[in-house]
């Protein structure tokens, strides 16, 4: 009996382990290394794992397409993915992990137009489909045997006028691309207006739909100079800041009016502003129209515009340049309408937007001529005294404060310079001053060391007999 016991005691011990083993393994099981090659390298795994979808808002493909030293998870790692703050007019750029569609290690295969796997794209206002016509351009692999697949898709906008010169300049549409190829020219547009969202769709089976969005929007202009302040001579970079003003990727064809003017120039100039290339950052989003304004002397009859035609200029060296006459003290105005505006303006309206500087007071005419400052109480105040000389333009004469710098001493005068007048003048030198010798900080007294004690002998008997004898 007590045998029999022990026999069921032992079986219900070895039941408990091998359930308590299973248990643990189910728990664990997806830490165990799998023997299995992993696939390249993605920002985040979907559901479908062989599957993803990525919105680029640059291209991930350009200068490395089928290049044998590129591989997919490198193409992938470049995409610097966006699904908000496209414009209405931007190019959404994207890539399909889809390693099943490898179907040749040795050629570049295609996908998305066909009847079995079709791509579409929707927007609020139109759609296209890569089956809508037999040579529609297909989404390509990004190099042979990558099985990474690219593929744009263009916003075309709608049919508007967008630098007031009353004709059509955006036009909008929708269509699936099949002149030129993917690589140039992408694989359809779509049509959006003022805000709204792209949906991009991949029937990659029978009764499975891959989908991925993109919200976009109009934006508002943004003008500055490149400083608050200007002297007469300077120029200054007067930069408009509109990405809704590219119907396209690096747009430079068409020019955005924006007038000049200042207090002595009330007429102003008109000049039209052109798209500078700016690859910092993400290029699609650097909608920027610089302008050089050159600001000459207010009597000057020089009126020169540049800028009528399609420009080849940068940020620092715009194509498009007018010289704008000035005098000391003058504001300077800068006007453009952004007919492109967000929510809560509707389509067709339009805003001014403007950037101010100004002209500083300080005379800066001074440039040609040389004529030597007389005022005897000059060696009443200097040991050395140096020749002073004070540059004037001739036969000019300014009834305005200025004040002539130089390394050792400053000149003021309120009266009329001329190169032949007498300026009375106030100096002050400005020679370096030695500075005072510091005291020396007191010194913390070294510890005196202890002298030492004097040993004296003593008599013993002459002691105790002083000592008996108090």
Request: charged share 25%; net charge negative.
């Amino acid at each position: 009996m007590v045998d029999l016991r022990i026999q069921f005691i032992v079986i219900f011990l070895v039941l408990v382990s091998f359930v308590s083993i299973n248990q643990i393994s189910s728990a664990y099981a997806d830490t165990f290394v799998s023997n299995e090659i992993p696939p390249p390298p993605t920002k985040d795994m979907d559901v479908e794992r062989s599957l993803k979808v990525f919105f680029c808002a640059n291209n991930p493909i350009s200068k490395v397409y089928n290049l044998d030293t590129v591989g997919p998870g490198e193409i992938m790692d470049s995409c610097k993915e966006r699904l908000d703050g496209y414009s209405w007019t931007s190019r959404i750029y994207v890539l399909i992990w889809a390693p099943g569609w490898n179907a040749d290690e040795f050629k570049l295969d295609t996908l998305g137009n066909t009847d079995e796997n079709p791509i579409s794209v929707n927007s609020r206002d139109g759609r296209f489909t890569l089956i809508e016509r037999s040579d529609c351009n297909g989404f390509i692999e990004t190099g042979v045997n990558h099985g990474l697949f690219y593929g744009s898709i263009k916003l075309s906008g709608f049919r508007t006028d967008v630098n007031g010169d009353g004709s059509a300049d955006v036009y909008g549409g929708n269509k699936c691309e099949y002149k030129f190829s993917t690589i140039d020219d992408g694989n359809g547009k779509v049509e959006t207006k003022q805000d709204g969202a792209v949906t991009f769709n991949w029937r990659y089976h029978e009764d499975h739909v891959m989908s991925k969005t993109a919200t976009y929007s109009m934006n508002e202009a943004k003008m500055k100079f490149d400083n608050e302040e200007y002297v007469v001579g300077d120029e200054g970079i007067l930069t408009l800041t509109d990405v809704d003003n590219l119907r396209w990727p690096f747009d430079t064809k068409i020019g955005y009016p924006i007038r000049i003017y200042s207090t002595t120039d009330l007429g102003g100039i008109e000049v039209k502003a052109y798209y500078a290339k700016n690859f910092t950052g993400i290029a699609q989003r650097n909608g920027e129209y610089p302008v050089k304004v050159v600001f000459i002397d207010g009597k000057s009859s020089i009126k020169e515009t540049r800028g009528a035609g399609a420009p080849f200029g940068t940020l620092k060296e715009p194509n498009s340049i007018i010289h704008l006459r000035v005098n000391p003290g003058d504001n300077i105005y800068a006007e453009f309408y952004d007919r492109t505006l967000p929510r809560p303006a509707s389509i067709g309206d339009f805003k001014k937007i403007e950037a101010f500087a100004r002209i500083s007071e300080i005379n800066d005419d001074i440039t040609s001529e040389k004529s030597e400052i007389k005022n005897t109480s000059i060696n009443e105040i200097i040991e050395q005294p140096k020749k002073i000389e004070l540059e004037t333009g001739p036969g000019k004469i300014k009834n305005v404060s200025q004040q002539i710098s130089s390394e050792d001493y400053i000149i003021s005068t309120n009266d009329h310079v001329t190169p032949d007048n007498v300026i009375p003048t106030s100096i002050s030198t400005q020679y370096p001053v030695e500075p005072e010798p510091l005291e020396p900080e007191p010194l913390e007294p070294e510890p005196l060391e202890p002298e030492p004690l004097e040993l004296h002998k003593i008599d013993l008997l002459e002691f105790f007999k002083r000592v008996f004898s108090w």
